[in-house]
Each structure stands twice: as structure tokens, then as C-alpha cells.
């Protein structure tokens, strides 16, 4: 039965294109937004939670530098209340992640994003932070913020793509000498 299910949404997976929510057997929550990729919103008590999280811990230590890597504390990051983790899923591996936290009823903050080195340059960035953009939308906030070391020049073409705009240069972010942006995304509230 879990196996059939499986299919059945990964068919329709590669049948429409365009995103599709579609809740699991387990509470896993899929949005498919791309042929052949799996967009999962991953749940505290999921069954692959451990399995998961190590993957992505993984991840973490290669894309962040050390200083700056979340992997010691990322189950307890991950846990949160008040924030979620959605993953991408390629063949059975996960591609990369984005994590989000919403500190208060007004706005959102993406906390990490980050992609496999062999996936990137293919828009798994960019479904990933769509995905955790229309998750945010869900809370009624007002405005999505992140920082991002300006060095990061395709990191800083996508978020400027999807309508993030630089609030202010905040300097020493990340370490002694090394600033970053912090950007934002505004919503019209109705």
C-alpha cells in the first residue's frame, strides 16, 4: 500500500507541472513544482525524519563554512515550533533544502538554503524558496527577510529574481570582515 502510493504520486508528480499539494500517508506534505523532482515539506514526526535529517546535515557541512553551519544544532533548528524545512527529493536523494521561521505573526526569515553542487544551475534553488514563500504566505505575514553574503552572485541573481530587494548592508554578518545583505520580500496585504 505505501509503495503504491508512492507511485501514484510520483506519477502525478511528472504529469503536471505546475505545483500541486498533495498530503501523504505519513503527513509528509508534497508540492511538486518540477518534472522528476519532489518538493517535500518535512514533518517532526515524519518517518523518514532521521533518515532526512542526516542527509541534509550532510549538506550542511559541505556547502556552509564551519562557523556558519547549522549541522550541530539542526535537529533542535529543525524542531522548532515555530519553522519548517522543506527538501528536495531527486531519485530517492535529497537535492537540497531550504529552512524558514516565522519570529513573529508579521514576518518570516529564510534561515538556510542550500543546494547539492551536482543540482545546481537547474532551478532546485528556486522551487525550493518559491515553496517555503508560498508556506510563509500561509502564516498571513507581511514581509520574508534573509541575508546573503554579497559574494554570492547567483544566490543574490535568484533572490532578486523572486522579488527580494537589499534593506542594508549589515556589516561583520558572518565573521570578522565578511558583511552580508539583508534583503526582504514585501506582501500586499488583502
Not at 508512492?6 to 505519513?26: D, F
Request: proline share 2%; charged share 30%.
Amino acid at each position: 500500500m505505501v509503495l503504491e502510493s508512492i507511485k501514484v504520486y510520483k506519477t502525478i508528480c511528472q504529469t503536471h507541472l505546475k505545483p500541486k499539494i498533495l498530503r501523504l500517508y505519513n503527513g509528509e506534505i508534497k508540492v511538486y513544482t518540477m518534472a522528476n523532482c519532489e518538493i517535500i515539506e518535512l514533518h517532526r514526526n515524519s518517518l523518514s525524519w532521521a533518515k532526512i535529517v542526516e542527509e541534509i546535515m550532510r549538506i550542511e557541512k559541505k556547502v556552509f563554512p564551519k562557523h556558519e553551519s547549522l549541522a550541530k544544532s539542526f535537529e533542535e533548528e529543525a524542531k522548532k515550533r515555530n519553522g519548517g524545512l522543506i527538501y528536495s527529493l531527486i531519485g530517492g536523494e535529497v537535492a537540497g533544502y531550504v529552512m524558514y521561521s516565522w519570529p513573529s505573526s508579521l514576518y518570516a526569515c529564510i534561515t538556510k538554503l542550500a543546494v547539492k553542487e551536482n543540482y545546481r544551475g537547474k532551478g532546485h534553488g528556486e522551487a525550493l524558496l518559491k515553496a517555503a514563500i508560498e508556506k510563509c504566505k500561509t502564516r498571513k505575514i507581511h514581509r520574508i527577510s534573509l541575508h546573503v553574503d554579497p559574494l554570492r552572485k547567483a544566490a543574490m541573481t535568484l533572490y532578486k529574481k523572486l522579488g527580494f530587494e537589499v534593506d542594508s548592508l549589515v556589516e561583520s554578518y558572518y565573521s570578522l570582515g565578511r558583511d552580508a545583505y539583508r534583503m526582504y520580500l514585501e506582501f500586499e496585504m488583502d
